[in-house]
């Protein structure tokens, strides 16, 4: 093993020059932006697995989909496949004035590299490139079949993974899938993810009259809508933090027993925590008190109110609104079954109009929670090898997030075991600006790839 580590030093930057490269090409997956850097990023990604050696390398297209890159090596007779999925595409940049450098031109500032797609995913998929291409340009073989999986639509819900596995499933077949894109609970602590949760979202559109009218001559008796439009949303918490909604837990798995002392013995500084999340001095936690913060973000039920649409305040003049609508998600958690969870939620919004007005609830999406025992031999692999990679034991986390296709593709493959690992920590700013990747923690996670791939999953 000694040279093959050996290798990742050697060559590491080289690997954050690729990544830059890599990083450079503005693949955002999102509507309204070009599909051409998409088709550039897979031929990237492709163009790589070729040269360090993977075979079967191909962009495979879904009609309507980004390419999906694949590629595999598979002479490693009588040991398990890996399937490694990373994704390729990425969050539209943002607000440009707040990049401290532009977003498609990777900047080095300390430790870090900031850039879009930085960590979230292209480090992903780089970081198991260059583990195999150090066993391949050290030993000329893996101790171990792999299997990549490269996609470029995870940012918009992978809405054609199904598909997509369903026409190349004997392509992806797999006994372990190693995730890519999951965040450790701190910098330099690894992290392996078991829960994820899931999300129901709905619009909810409010009506009070056909147009808006003078709040003088009328108001008092006339309500307008947004009025209307908060009693609505402020029904869907208690006042101690709870959903409202009747039943909404049902099926709810309890925290119990290992987890729970696990959870508890997790590292916690509410003064960091603030620090991270950008509260301003006077803010409160919030959510159900009972639980600790992280049982609130990774094992409970969670309300947000995403936009509201109404009048500007610019534009206001002294009138009653006559409409108004809002988008609410709620994250559900293990248990639950997303479509009941929705079908509630929206029959919650609808239920007993304040004033008589007229509600609509337009249902949105319904991914669901994943939760694996994270016991059994491919589980203990991996921890080992985030322990030898890191130097440091490793943590077993939740994510409040959701990642809907988990469940699905480790069922594709009768329910083979999913480990999810990730580059991104509570300063990396994914998805937001100023996206960064701490780079001693990808090479510790190159390292922890290659003890990996040399570990006995049976
Ligand atoms: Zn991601």
Redesign the pocket.
């Known amino acids: 093993m000694k040279n093959i580590l050996e290798y990742i030093h050697k060559h590491f930057e080289r690997f954050v020059r690729e990544l830059t490269e890599y990083a450079t090409i503005p693949s955002v997956s999102f509507p309204g932006y070009p599909a051409e850097p998409l088709v550039e990023s897979a031929r990237w990604t492709a163009r790589k697995m070729k040269e360090i050696g993977l075979e079967h390398v191909e962009l495979l297209e879904i009609p309507g989909a980004p390419p999906f890159v694949v590629g595999d090596w598979l002479h490693a007779a009588g040991a398990p496949t890996l399937l490694l999925y990373?994704?390729h595409d990425v969050q539209p940049p943002g607000r440009p004035e707040k990049w401290q450098s532009p977003a498609f031109a990777p900047e080095r500032r300390g430790e870090r590299l900031y850039g879009r797609g930085v960590v979230?995913?292209k480090a992903?998929a780089l970081l198991h490139l260059a583990a195999v291409e150090a066993y391949l340009k050290t030993e000329g073989k893996l101790p171990v079949n792999v299997r990549f999986l490269i996609e470029g639509e995870?940012?918009t819900g992978s809405e054609h993974l199904g598909k997509f596995l369903r026409q190349y499933r004997d392509r992806l077949q797999a006994d372990v899938m190693v995730l890519t894109?999951?965040a450790n609970l701190d910098v330099g602590l690894p992290s392996l993810t078991y829960r994820l949760r899931g999300l129901v979202d709905a619009m909810v559109e409010v009506r009070t009259l056909d147009h808006p009218i003078h709040s003088g001559m009328w108001g008092g008796p006339a309500p307008d809508a947004l009025s209307v439009l908060n009693k609505i949303l402020a029904r869907l918490t208690t006042p101690e933090g709870k959903i409202a909604i009747p039943d909404f837990e049902e099926g709810m798995l309890p925290v119990e027993g290992r987890e729970r002392e696990r959870l508890c013995t997790l590292p916690f500084d509410e003064k960091k925590f603030l620090r991270e999340i950008g509260a301003v001095p006077s803010l409160r936690l919030a959510g159900e008190e009972e639980f600790s913060v992280y049982e609130r973000i990774w094992c409970r039920p969670a309300a947000a109110i995403l936009g509201i649409d109404a009048p500007q305040v610019e534009k206001t003049s002294n009138q009653i609104v006559e409409w108004a609508r809002a988008k609410v998600s709620i994250r559900i958690v293990s248990g639950m079954n997303p479509q009941k969870s929705l079908e509630r939620l929206c029959a919650f919004l609808a239920k007993d109009p304040p004033d008589g007005a007229e509600v609509a609830v337009h249902p949105g999406a319904a991914g669901n929670p994943w939760k694996v025992d994270p016991s059994g031999a491919a589980y203990d692999a991996a921890l080992r090898a985030l322990k030898k990679g890191f130097g440091r034991d490793p943590v077993l986390i939740g994510c409040g997030g959701s990642?809907p296709f988990v469940e699905p593709l480790t069922q594709a493959f009768g329910g083979i075991p999913a480990l999810l690992i990730?580059l991104?920590d509570p300063y990396c700013n994914?998805h937001g600006e100023n996206e960064s990747l701490y780079l001693p923690d990808w090479k510790k996670g190159m390292e922890a790839a290659l003890w990996l791939y040399a570990e006995n999953f049976k």
């Open positions: 990373a994704h979230d995913d992903g995870e940012e894109d999951t990642i990730g991104e994914a």
